[in-house]
């Protein structure tokens, strides 16, 4: 048996609620396919701060930076919302991104048939959409200096970030991006601000040079404000999109809200391909302090992102091809929790759920 | 008669075809209400860099400067898209926003009771749609400093921008949206990303301390990947929304696009109250230059744009209101151009819908 060492990071709101149930999958997958799994669990966020006064302490960083893989439930609250910057559950996420070196973030954004009624959009522009957002996420307006408070010449304050992408920077997502694309339908998308950031003009310069490695990808760019509109005119013409920090946030999460089951939807990030250090895998939701402890989470996107550490942090492809279709067939049974519940299906709880994913698993 | 001076900026692509229907219009409204018109065309954009290689002639400018309100096509096309930044058609726009120092951006995105097919998104959703984006037009990362390419410590070039805002620049775009959310339901929401960015750190504080001035007004605060989110799950939760200038990019165009009518969609760009100079209205879409010279834009977003112009930038309410009443009917006679074409209308070209609108004046 392959053994692995996963932190688990159940975090705020109903991140503990979803981590549980997807480490009860990934048991059953693991030992059903001979893997087994040694887990720690250790506090990050909202619950690291009330525990230990900081966001991010130290010791999950190193037991993180020390295992095969990460999944972490959700982060954030209304209670730590008016914290100073180094105390917001926030500030612990991205310092576990950047000590990860995580720098490609993976969102699908996918349609499922058993679904389509979810989406907002109408049917025929929803359905079959499925297209991958590759967002830049430890570099750009994110982590970029000079930032903070300060006064400008009349003495006023200002408040300061900045956006900033070296070559190196951009090359790494832009091969990540391409390398997806490839395994995928072959098309990928830059999307920028290139007609008005010099940081998009060398995003732009530089994609389209990584590009002469990959021939066979068909290569397009577009303006940010347009990629927002065309994601709600006609998604299915996307099939990966490459971009940086900001823009990937806002737009995968629009992209995901497209598909109108965004408790669905899971992530991975992960660092280089010569870099030793394991993926940070994600549901794409948020703690959704509202419904936290209510049993009412729908635990799927963590459960899928389960299914993607084992495929793309772990290289097992069998136990995360299980997980899946676990998932889509508890589906097609009709389970659905509240967030994807359409009539004549079973409206379940965020347990249940799992215990039917268990099942099918 | 009152007379006034208006600068045409017929631009690039469409922007002549749907400048000359709006200014059709507004001599026909004027001449009904009792209003004179003096127009001065100007190039701007590739019109310009073609005519005298730069986007913003300096004569352009003063003559905009001078004038009562100026009323702007479309900037850009293929053509130009691999200038240098200075010889950017949309440099010349960006030029013009910050000489005519108009900082606040009104953006509303309606869903018309004739037009609710048009969108993609499901009807009962899309239907009742009526919100309004304050977008801030002249300051944060669009003209940040320092921006540009530089080496950083590894020797690697970079590119950079700096995104940042002082406290007089959000007081006055925050009050512009206050009173206009007054004057609408009385409910804004301001769009920042508060939990990352010290930019929007700073951004959030100042609207809440604008606030006091407006009790009235309801204020809530949404990070901007959820905004975006928002727009496709329910946008008739919307208001008023206040951003920075690249989350209003993003977000206003996002939000057109869940109308569906992106060629009905006018904006405002406005100073402040104590400067005397004009306003500058334009409608959203871009200079379509795949459509151009065919007699197929939709004219009405200029014609609306028009409108906004009397209302607005000249105080002339009456000619703006018979200029809107017009449009709608000619809308309810079924008249539609390609973009908003639906069965068992009238397909027209834009000289067409011009006419229609013009009978309807
Ligand atoms: C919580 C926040 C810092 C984070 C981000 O902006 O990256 C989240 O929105 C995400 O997309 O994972
Ligand atoms: C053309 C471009 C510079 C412009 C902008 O980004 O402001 C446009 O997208 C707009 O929204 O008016």
Redesign the pocket.
Known sequence: TRSYAITLLPGDGIGPEVISVAKNVLLLAGAIEGIEFNFHEMPVGGAALDLTGVPLPGETLSAAQQSDAVLLGAIGGYKWDNNEKHLKPETGLLQLREGLKVFANLRPATVLPQLVDASTLKKEVAEGVDLMVVRELTGGIYFGKPRGFSTNQNGEEIGLNTEVYSISEIDRIARVAFETARKRRGKLCSVD?A??LEASMLWRKRVMAIALEYPDVELTHM?V?NAAMQLVRNPKQFDTIVTNNIFGDILSDEASMITGSIGMLPSASLGEKAWTGPGLFEPIHGSAPDIAGQDKANPLATVLSAAMLLKYGLGEADAAERIEAAVLHTLDRGFRTGDIYSDGNKLVGCKEMGEEVLKAV
Do not use: L, Q
């Open positions: 601000k007609n008005v303006y404000d």
